[in-house]
């Protein structure tokens, strides 16, 4: 094939789902012509042969595909994250030229965006590792971006990536979040609070069809009604229409035909691990992880079927006001949600302190607003919390939600209770109000347990009366001695 060399302004590598909805955005906006390449022939042609009305400039090696680009060159990798990147990345490197920029918009892990900015960096190739959700929709229509890397890179791609955006109340939902691998760190925890809404949104479901009885196509018109309300967002929208839907083949509700093992890519994983490295407890993110992995086990749930418990639908205790209790559900998702935002927002805290990476919190909030996933209503009161403090050491310590907190404490302790009682698995919700409890206690039980360390390894203590660390001579006339801080 013969590419008309330089033609175009900017190029997208990898045309599934989400590249071939990138690329068709880029080439909507005014202005742009995009080159597409694929590691697959027929998808490029597919593509292209498709949407005639894009221009796109197709190509079937590296070498057309730099050939096409206008120096310096912009490349956007939209590939299966992982040998897939890092194997794209060497091929670029090959035909492209100091001062080109390569932007990673995959679902790499931070830390793999970290080394690659490092190795690529040194050919004089700007690399950028850039969050982008919104799946199909938004990636055609406009996702949120959570770019990373250099401020020489976000000088040339800012207008461009500002241009293919969502806009949320009149601002694009993109900013510079940060140098390196600052990018892919708030998309990975962008997921990680994903995976915490749909788990609790799950856990709300379940609990109003075991507690009412009532059929997947009423509790969507509740979803749908909560959708008007502080509860407004884009996953509790899908999931009326989720729960509305008829399975074709059977006429049963689809989620009832639905196998109940829930997949999962990694990036939920990937937040909990490194709140674990970071000391950050993002309890809720971490249940709902674990109930995803739970459900993958179906040799393991096959034989705990027959476990104690309230097999009896007739032992679960009865629901005697639908209303009220759907609506202590809600609260308790309302409360819960803003636990698992808290955690995560606490997360992109500490990552920053610990990576250097001067990540500002409200924007976050703000281009959360539209396009991704776990786009709400709700983010405007966190991007109103950091604006007012923007040094918040708890996000759920701020004005509005202490107040939505209060206002739904007492009907979350009953959603907890009532799950509890009746066998009904709530993990998200139950931690959330572990979290919140724990945060609130004026002492926890975490004395006893450096009483234990220090008894059976010898690992200090400190003591709320007096300076200093200490150790109980615990098998000899357990007398206390100051000892050395072993933490
Ligand atoms: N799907 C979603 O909703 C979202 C996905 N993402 C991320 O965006 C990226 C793309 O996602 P998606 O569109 O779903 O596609 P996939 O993750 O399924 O990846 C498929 C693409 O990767 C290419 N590819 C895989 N391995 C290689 C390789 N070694 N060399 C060259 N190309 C390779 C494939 O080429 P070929 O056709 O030749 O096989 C194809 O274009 C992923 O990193 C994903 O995590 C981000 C946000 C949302
Ligand atoms: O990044 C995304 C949305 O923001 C992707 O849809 C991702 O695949 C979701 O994660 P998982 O597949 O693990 O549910």
Redesign the pocket.
Known sequence: MRVTEQAANIGV?????????LARNLASREGNTVAVF???Y??TDELVTEHPEAGFVPTSSYEEFAAALQKPRTAI????????????ID?LLRVFEPGDIIV?????LFTDTIRREKAVRETGVNFVGM??????E??LLG?SLMPGGPDESWATLGPILKSIAAVAEGEPCVTHVGHDGAGHFV?MVHNGIEYADMQLIAEAYDLIRRGTGKSPAEIADVFAEWNRGELESYLIEITAEVLRQVDAATGEPLVDVIVDQAGA?G?GGWTVQTAIDLGVPVSGIAEAVFARSLSSHPEQREVSGELPGWHDADAVPPVRDADAFIENVRLALFASKIVAYSQGFDEIRAGAAHYGWDIDLGAVSKIWRGGC?IRAQFLNRIADAYDAEPGLPVLLTAPYFVEALGRAQAAWRRTVVYAATAGIPAPAFSSSLAYYDGLRAERLPAALIQGQRDFFGAHTYKRIDKPGTFHTLWSGDRTEVEAEDTH
């Open positions: 590598v990898g045309l599934a789902v989400m590249g071939s909805n694929n590691r697959t027929a998808k990798i939209m590939v299966k994250a992982g040998a897939g990147t890092d194997a794209v091929e990673d918009g995959g679902n790499a969050g982008v959700s919104g799946g199909e938004g990636a996702p998309k890519k990036t996933i």
